[in-house]
Protein backbone atom coordinates (compact mmCIF):
# COMPACT_ATOMS: atom_id res chain seq x y z
CA UNK A 1 0.00 0.00 0.00
CA UNK A 2 2.83 1.69 0.75
CA UNK A 3 4.16 2.35 -2.30
CA UNK A 4 1.03 2.94 -4.06
CA UNK A 5 0.85 5.68 -1.70
CA UNK A 6 3.83 6.95 -2.77
CA UNK A 7 3.62 6.68 -6.53
CA UNK A 8 0.42 7.98 -5.76
CA UNK A 9 1.88 10.90 -4.45
CA UNK A 10 4.67 11.76 -6.83
CA UNK A 11 1.90 11.53 -9.11
CA UNK A 12 0.26 14.30 -7.56
CA UNK A 13 2.74 16.19 -7.32
CA UNK A 14 4.28 15.44 -11.17
CA UNK A 15 0.47 16.70 -11.69
CA UNK A 16 0.51 19.40 -9.71
CA UNK A 17 3.49 21.31 -11.61
CA UNK A 18 2.27 21.09 -15.05
CA UNK A 19 -0.81 22.65 -13.82
CA UNK A 20 0.98 25.16 -12.76
CA UNK A 21 3.10 26.18 -15.24
CA UNK A 22 -0.02 25.96 -17.98
CA UNK A 23 -2.00 28.15 -15.70
CA UNK A 24 0.82 30.84 -15.27
CA UNK A 25 1.04 30.37 -19.02
CA UNK A 26 -2.68 31.09 -19.99
CA UNK A 27 -2.63 34.23 -17.62
CA UNK A 28 0.22 35.73 -18.99
CA UNK A 29 -1.43 35.11 -22.46
CA UNK A 30 -4.46 36.74 -21.07
CA UNK A 31 -2.73 39.74 -19.68
CA UNK A 32 -0.82 40.25 -22.33
CA UNK A 33 -3.94 40.55 -24.87
CA UNK A 34 -5.62 42.80 -21.84
CA UNK A 35 -2.50 45.18 -22.30
CA UNK A 36 -2.61 45.23 -25.68
CA UNK A 37 -6.41 46.51 -25.99
CA UNK A 38 -5.24 49.01 -23.35
CA UNK A 39 -2.65 50.42 -25.17
CA UNK A 40 -4.70 52.73 -27.33
CA UNK A 41 -6.33 54.35 -24.22
CA UNK A 42 -3.58 54.75 -22.36
CA UNK A 43 -1.63 56.49 -25.49
CA UNK A 44 -4.74 58.90 -26.00
CA UNK A 45 -4.47 59.84 -22.85
CA UNK A 46 -0.81 60.59 -22.51
CA UNK A 47 0.45 57.33 -19.44
CA UNK A 48 2.61 56.27 -22.04
CA UNK A 49 5.40 59.72 -22.76
CA UNK A 50 7.42 59.31 -25.81
CA UNK A 51 5.54 57.19 -27.97
CA UNK A 52 2.98 58.52 -30.53
CA UNK A 53 -0.44 57.16 -31.24
CA UNK A 54 -0.13 58.13 -34.97
CA UNK A 55 2.08 56.65 -37.66
CA UNK A 56 3.58 58.19 -40.71
CA UNK A 57 0.47 56.79 -42.67
CA UNK A 58 -2.01 57.81 -40.21
CA UNK A 59 -2.72 54.73 -38.53
CA UNK A 60 -3.33 54.22 -34.94
CA UNK A 61 -0.69 52.27 -33.98
CA UNK A 62 2.25 52.90 -30.85
CA UNK A 63 5.69 54.41 -32.47
CA UNK A 64 8.51 56.44 -31.12
CA UNK A 65 8.04 60.18 -31.32
CA UNK A 66 10.49 62.78 -31.04
CA UNK A 67 11.82 66.54 -32.11
CA UNK A 68 10.84 66.93 -35.95
CA UNK A 69 12.40 69.50 -38.35
CA UNK A 70 11.38 71.02 -42.00
CA UNK A 71 14.00 70.96 -44.26
CA UNK A 72 14.50 73.06 -47.45
CA UNK A 73 16.37 72.51 -49.91
CA UNK A 74 17.16 75.54 -52.62
CA UNK A 75 18.67 73.28 -55.39
CA UNK A 76 20.79 75.88 -58.10
CA UNK A 77 23.26 74.39 -60.32
CA UNK A 78 24.62 75.32 -63.64
CA UNK A 79 21.65 73.50 -65.35
CA UNK A 80 19.52 75.25 -63.77
CA UNK A 81 20.55 78.56 -64.43
CA UNK A 82 21.11 77.57 -68.05
CA UNK A 83 17.62 77.07 -68.63
CA UNK A 84 16.65 79.75 -66.19
CA UNK A 85 17.96 81.81 -68.55
CA UNK A 86 16.13 80.56 -72.08
CA UNK A 87 13.23 78.79 -71.46
CA UNK A 88 10.48 81.43 -71.58
CA UNK A 89 12.36 82.30 -75.04
CA UNK A 90 10.85 78.85 -76.18
CA UNK A 91 7.49 79.72 -77.98
CA UNK A 92 5.03 76.98 -79.44
CA UNK A 93 4.57 77.20 -83.15
CA UNK A 94 1.20 76.44 -84.44
CA UNK A 95 0.34 75.55 -88.46
CA UNK A 96 -2.84 76.22 -89.41
CA UNK A 97 -4.19 74.94 -92.39
CA UNK A 98 -7.94 74.70 -94.08
CA UNK A 99 -9.96 71.71 -93.93
CA UNK A 100 -13.19 70.58 -94.97
CA UNK A 101 -16.10 69.30 -91.94
CA UNK A 102 -17.85 66.02 -92.27
CA UNK A 103 -20.08 68.11 -94.14
CA UNK A 104 -18.15 69.58 -96.62
CA UNK A 105 -17.85 72.77 -95.17
CA UNK A 106 -14.31 74.51 -95.51
CA UNK A 107 -12.87 75.41 -91.93
CA UNK A 108 -9.56 76.22 -90.28
CA UNK A 109 -7.75 73.72 -87.77
CA UNK A 110 -4.47 73.12 -86.57
CA UNK A 111 -2.47 70.93 -88.96
CA UNK A 112 0.31 70.64 -86.34
CA UNK A 113 2.49 72.58 -83.59
CA UNK A 114 6.08 72.81 -82.85
CA UNK A 115 8.32 74.72 -81.62
CA UNK A 116 10.47 78.14 -81.95
CA UNK A 117 12.85 80.05 -80.28
CA UNK A 118 12.76 83.86 -79.51
CA UNK A 119 16.21 85.77 -80.75
CA UNK A 120 15.77 89.08 -81.50
CA UNK A 121 13.44 92.15 -80.31
CA UNK A 122 13.22 95.31 -82.18
CA UNK A 123 11.52 98.52 -83.10
CA UNK A 124 8.30 96.73 -81.51
CA UNK A 125 8.65 93.69 -83.54
CA UNK A 126 10.01 89.76 -81.98
CA UNK A 127 11.79 87.41 -84.38
CA UNK A 128 11.69 83.89 -84.13
CA UNK A 129 13.32 81.16 -85.76
CA UNK A 130 12.21 77.21 -86.14
CA UNK A 131 11.60 74.75 -88.99
CA UNK A 132 10.65 75.14 -92.02
CA UNK A 133 8.75 71.82 -91.84
CA UNK A 134 6.98 73.35 -88.99
CA UNK A 135 4.97 75.71 -90.83
CA UNK A 136 4.78 74.41 -93.92
CA UNK A 137 1.54 74.40 -95.90
CA UNK A 138 0.45 76.82 -93.42
CA UNK A 139 -2.57 79.17 -94.21
CA UNK A 140 -2.02 81.07 -91.08
CA UNK A 141 0.66 80.62 -88.32
CA UNK A 142 0.30 81.59 -84.59
CA UNK A 143 2.82 81.71 -81.85
CA UNK A 144 1.95 80.48 -77.73
CA UNK A 145 3.99 82.26 -75.33
CA UNK A 146 5.88 81.74 -72.35
CA UNK A 147 3.49 84.92 -70.46
CA UNK A 148 0.22 82.58 -71.28
CA UNK A 149 -0.73 84.34 -74.52
CA UNK A 150 -1.77 82.30 -76.78
CA UNK A 151 -2.78 82.06 -80.95
CA UNK A 152 -0.90 85.24 -81.18
CA UNK A 153 -0.97 85.66 -85.01
CA UNK A 154 2.69 85.33 -86.69
CA UNK A 155 4.37 86.63 -90.54
CA UNK A 156 6.41 84.43 -91.93
CA UNK A 157 9.81 86.61 -92.57
CA UNK A 158 11.30 83.77 -94.56
CA UNK A 159 11.80 80.39 -95.37
CA UNK A 160 14.36 77.82 -96.96
CA UNK A 161 13.22 74.10 -97.12
CA UNK A 162 17.22 73.36 -98.05
CA UNK A 163 18.33 73.97 -94.58
CA UNK A 164 14.47 73.54 -92.93
CA UNK A 165 14.74 77.47 -91.34
CA UNK A 166 11.95 79.76 -91.35
CA UNK A 167 11.57 83.36 -89.22
CA UNK A 168 8.61 84.24 -87.72
CA UNK A 169 7.56 87.81 -86.37
CA UNK A 170 5.60 88.66 -84.30
CA UNK A 171 4.26 91.55 -81.97
CA UNK A 172 7.03 92.20 -79.45
CA UNK A 173 4.89 93.85 -76.46
CA UNK A 174 4.10 90.44 -74.47
CA UNK A 175 7.69 88.90 -75.31
CA UNK A 176 9.53 88.80 -71.75
CA UNK A 177 12.87 86.83 -72.88
CA UNK A 178 15.05 86.67 -75.91
CA UNK A 179 17.64 83.50 -76.22
CA UNK A 180 21.52 84.33 -76.33
CA UNK A 181 22.80 82.74 -79.93
CA UNK A 182 26.27 80.83 -78.53
CA UNK A 183 29.43 79.20 -80.20
CA UNK A 184 28.80 75.86 -82.01
CA UNK A 185 32.43 75.75 -83.83
CA UNK A 186 33.95 75.17 -80.74
CA UNK A 187 31.91 72.30 -78.73
CA UNK A 188 32.90 69.41 -77.15
CA UNK A 189 31.75 65.89 -77.75
CA UNK A 190 30.67 64.59 -74.00
CA UNK A 191 29.79 68.32 -73.16
CA UNK A 192 26.57 68.53 -71.88
CA UNK A 193 23.40 70.11 -74.15
CA UNK A 194 20.21 70.88 -73.06
CA UNK A 195 17.01 70.37 -75.14
CA UNK A 196 13.40 72.75 -74.52
CA UNK A 197 11.06 72.33 -76.62
CA UNK A 198 7.00 71.36 -76.84
CA UNK A 199 6.97 67.38 -77.45
CA UNK A 200 3.80 66.11 -78.49
CA UNK A 201 1.96 69.59 -78.72
CA UNK A 202 1.16 72.59 -76.25
CA UNK A 203 0.41 70.61 -73.78
CA UNK A 204 3.83 69.63 -72.69
CA UNK A 205 5.45 73.14 -73.49
CA UNK A 206 8.78 73.82 -72.86
CA UNK A 207 9.78 70.54 -71.46
CA UNK A 208 13.20 70.32 -70.07
CA UNK A 209 15.69 67.00 -71.33
CA UNK A 210 19.62 66.86 -70.67
CA UNK A 211 21.93 64.98 -72.32
CA UNK A 212 25.49 65.91 -73.88
CA UNK A 213 26.81 66.53 -77.20
CA UNK A 214 27.10 62.83 -78.81
CA UNK A 215 29.19 64.04 -81.92
CA UNK A 216 29.96 67.71 -83.93
CA UNK A 217 30.60 65.95 -87.02
CA UNK A 218 27.53 64.49 -88.57
CA UNK A 219 25.56 65.44 -91.94
CA UNK A 220 22.16 64.54 -93.00
CA UNK A 221 20.90 64.29 -96.69
CA UNK A 222 18.48 66.46 -97.96
CA UNK A 223 15.50 64.82 -100.21
CA UNK A 224 13.21 67.56 -101.21
CA UNK A 225 11.24 66.07 -104.16
CA UNK A 226 11.37 62.40 -103.01
CA UNK A 227 13.05 60.87 -105.42
CA UNK A 228 15.39 59.37 -103.93
CA UNK A 229 18.22 61.54 -104.61
CA UNK A 230 19.47 63.90 -102.10
CA UNK A 231 19.93 67.60 -103.04
CA UNK A 232 21.62 68.59 -100.45
CA UNK A 233 23.88 67.53 -96.98
CA UNK A 234 23.42 69.14 -94.00
CA UNK A 235 25.59 69.69 -91.15
CA UNK A 236 23.77 68.53 -87.80
CA UNK A 237 24.68 68.33 -84.32
CA UNK A 238 24.14 65.10 -82.39
CA UNK A 239 22.75 64.67 -79.26
CA UNK A 240 21.08 62.21 -76.83
CA UNK A 241 19.58 64.57 -75.46
CA UNK A 242 15.40 64.02 -75.38
CA UNK A 243 13.66 65.50 -78.91
CA UNK A 244 10.59 64.01 -79.97
CA UNK A 245 7.87 65.20 -82.15
CA UNK A 246 6.85 68.80 -81.11
CA UNK A 247 10.44 69.87 -80.13
CA UNK A 248 11.42 70.43 -84.00
CA UNK A 249 12.33 74.43 -84.24
CA UNK A 250 13.49 74.16 -80.35
CA UNK A 251 16.11 74.96 -78.53
CA UNK A 252 19.40 72.75 -77.95
CA UNK A 253 21.36 75.07 -75.63
CA UNK A 254 24.67 74.83 -73.40
CA UNK A 255 25.32 74.93 -69.70
CA UNK A 256 25.62 78.74 -70.17
CA UNK A 257 22.39 78.84 -71.09
CA UNK A 258 22.87 79.72 -74.91
CA UNK A 259 21.51 78.58 -78.08
CA UNK A 260 24.04 75.84 -79.70
CA UNK A 261 21.65 73.96 -82.10
CA UNK A 262 18.09 74.34 -83.29
CA UNK A 263 16.25 70.69 -82.65
CA UNK A 264 14.99 69.56 -86.08
CA UNK A 265 14.42 65.99 -86.32
CA UNK A 266 15.54 62.22 -84.25
CA UNK A 267 15.47 58.59 -86.07
CA UNK A 268 12.96 57.19 -84.44
CA UNK A 269 13.13 53.24 -85.23
CA UNK A 270 12.45 50.05 -82.60
CA UNK A 271 14.65 49.67 -80.98
CA UNK A 272 16.59 52.96 -81.36
CA UNK A 273 17.17 55.74 -78.38
CA UNK A 274 19.34 58.47 -78.23
CA UNK A 275 19.61 59.81 -81.62
CA UNK A 276 18.43 63.39 -82.05
CA UNK A 277 19.99 65.87 -84.34
CA UNK A 278 19.93 70.06 -84.32
CA UNK A 279 21.34 72.56 -86.89
CA UNK A 280 24.25 74.27 -85.40
CA UNK A 281 23.95 77.44 -84.79
CA UNK A 282 26.75 79.58 -86.53
CA UNK A 283 25.19 77.62 -89.70
CA UNK A 284 22.11 78.82 -89.24
CA UNK A 285 22.88 82.40 -88.28
CA UNK A 286 23.98 83.03 -91.82
CA UNK A 287 20.30 81.88 -92.87
CA UNK A 288 18.63 83.77 -90.85
CA UNK A 289 20.42 86.83 -91.37
CA UNK A 290 19.17 86.27 -95.22
CA UNK A 291 15.86 85.39 -94.53
CA UNK A 292 15.49 88.74 -92.38
CA UNK A 293 17.01 90.83 -94.58
CA UNK A 294 16.02 89.33 -98.45
CA UNK A 295 13.11 87.23 -97.04
CA UNK A 296 15.09 84.49 -99.27
CA UNK A 297 18.56 83.09 -99.15
CA UNK A 298 21.51 84.42 -100.83
CA UNK A 299 23.24 82.26 -102.57
CA UNK A 300 25.72 81.73 -105.23
CA UNK A 301 25.71 79.34 -108.40
CA UNK A 302 27.93 77.23 -111.04
CA UNK A 303 25.06 77.71 -113.11
CA UNK A 304 24.93 73.37 -114.63
CA UNK A 305 22.18 71.01 -114.52
CA UNK A 306 23.75 68.32 -112.54
CA UNK A 307 23.46 64.38 -112.32
CA UNK A 308 24.99 62.10 -109.95
CA UNK A 309 27.59 59.73 -111.98
CA UNK A 310 26.55 56.89 -109.68
CA UNK A 311 23.06 57.24 -111.42
CA UNK A 312 23.66 56.62 -115.18
CA UNK A 313 25.00 52.97 -116.11
CA UNK A 314 27.89 51.59 -115.79
CA UNK A 315 28.33 51.45 -119.98
CA UNK A 316 27.34 55.62 -120.04
CA UNK A 317 30.91 56.31 -118.17
CA UNK A 318 32.74 54.55 -121.27
CA UNK A 319 30.72 56.03 -124.17
CA UNK A 320 29.81 59.45 -124.11
CA UNK A 321 31.71 60.02 -120.87
CA UNK A 322 35.26 58.23 -121.76
CA UNK A 323 36.73 57.76 -118.05
CA UNK A 324 39.23 56.22 -117.08
CA UNK A 325 38.45 53.44 -114.40
CA UNK A 326 39.75 54.69 -111.62
CA UNK A 327 36.93 57.25 -111.51
CA UNK A 328 33.85 55.89 -109.91
CA UNK A 329 31.86 59.08 -108.56
CA UNK A 330 31.52 62.72 -109.46
CA UNK A 331 28.70 65.29 -110.73
CA UNK A 332 28.25 64.89 -114.50
CA UNK A 333 27.46 68.70 -116.49
CA UNK A 334 24.18 67.39 -117.82
CA UNK A 335 23.58 70.69 -119.65
CA UNK A 336 25.36 74.46 -119.18
CA UNK A 337 22.29 77.25 -119.53
CA UNK A 338 23.42 80.11 -120.99
CA UNK A 339 24.88 83.65 -119.77
CA UNK A 340 25.06 81.63 -116.44
CA UNK A 341 28.43 81.35 -114.91
CA UNK A 342 29.48 77.65 -116.25
CA UNK A 343 28.82 78.20 -119.68
CA UNK A 344 30.70 81.57 -119.64
CA UNK A 345 33.61 80.24 -117.97
CA UNK A 346 33.93 77.22 -120.47
CA UNK A 347 32.49 74.02 -118.84
CA UNK A 348 30.89 71.83 -121.20
CA UNK A 349 28.16 68.97 -121.46
CA UNK A 350 29.53 65.70 -120.29
CA UNK A 351 31.88 67.19 -118.04
CA UNK A 352 32.31 65.22 -114.97
CA UNK A 353 33.10 67.44 -112.28
CA UNK A 354 35.51 65.92 -109.79
CA UNK A 355 37.21 68.67 -107.44
CA UNK A 356 36.44 72.05 -106.28
CA UNK A 357 39.23 74.28 -105.22
CA UNK A 358 40.92 70.48 -104.48
CA UNK A 359 37.86 69.58 -102.32
CA UNK A 360 36.65 65.94 -103.82
CA UNK A 361 33.05 65.91 -104.99
CA UNK A 362 31.53 62.49 -105.24
CA UNK A 363 27.67 63.85 -105.76
CA UNK A 364 25.59 67.10 -106.09
CA UNK A 365 24.43 67.12 -102.52
CA UNK A 366 28.39 67.74 -102.04
CA UNK A 367 28.87 70.38 -104.80
CA UNK A 368 26.13 72.37 -103.22
CA UNK A 369 26.93 71.80 -100.05
CA UNK A 370 30.53 73.51 -100.53
CA UNK A 371 29.30 76.00 -103.10
CA UNK A 372 26.93 77.31 -100.49
CA UNK A 373 29.92 78.08 -97.80
CA UNK A 374 31.20 80.44 -100.72
CA UNK A 375 30.07 83.99 -101.62
CA UNK A 376 28.64 85.38 -104.27
CA UNK A 377 31.68 86.80 -106.94
CA UNK A 378 34.02 84.16 -105.34
CA UNK A 379 35.94 82.31 -108.29
CA UNK A 380 35.88 78.27 -107.60
CA UNK A 381 38.37 75.97 -109.06
CA UNK A 382 36.69 73.60 -111.03
CA UNK A 383 38.65 70.17 -111.86
CA UNK A 384 36.72 68.09 -114.31
CA UNK A 385 37.19 64.85 -116.47
CA UNK A 386 36.44 65.79 -120.23
CA UNK A 387 37.06 62.88 -123.12
CA UNK A 388 39.16 61.21 -120.87
CA UNK A 389 42.02 63.95 -119.40
CA UNK A 390 41.63 65.96 -116.64
CA UNK A 391 41.37 69.61 -116.54
CA UNK A 392 40.52 72.78 -114.79
CA UNK A 393 38.34 75.72 -115.36
CA UNK A 394 37.93 78.96 -112.96
CA UNK A 395 34.21 79.49 -112.23
CA UNK A 396 32.94 82.82 -110.85
CA UNK A 397 29.82 81.98 -108.99
CA UNK A 398 27.20 84.46 -109.43
CA UNK A 399 23.36 84.43 -107.34
CA UNK A 400 21.58 81.65 -107.79
CA UNK A 401 18.02 82.95 -108.58
CA UNK A 402 14.55 82.06 -106.95
CA UNK A 403 16.21 80.87 -103.99
Known amino acids: MSYYDEEHKDARRTGGRGSTFFTALISAIIGGLIVLMMVPTLLKSGYLPGWSSQTPNGDNAAVPSGPTANYSVNVDTAVTKAVQKVENAVVGVINIQSTQSFFGQAQEGEAGTGSGIVF ?84 FSRTVT ?64 GLGFAIPIDDASKIIDDLIKYHTVQRPQLGIIPIDLQAVPTEARKDPLKLPDSVDSGVIVKETPALLPADKSGLKKYDVIVALDGQKIENQAQLRKYLFKKNIGDTVRVTVYRDGKQQTVNVVLSKQQNS
Do not use: C, W
Not at 211 to 235: A, C, K, Q, W
Not at 259 to 270: E, F, P, Q, R
Open 210 to 273: EGIISSTERTMPVDLNGDGEPEYETNVLQTDAAINPGNSGGALVNIAGQVIGINSLKISKAGVE
Open 120 to 203: RKANGKAYIVTNNHVIEGAQRVQVSLATGEKYIDARVVGQDALTDLAVLEIDGSKVTQVAEFGNSSTLKVGEPAIAIGNPLGLK
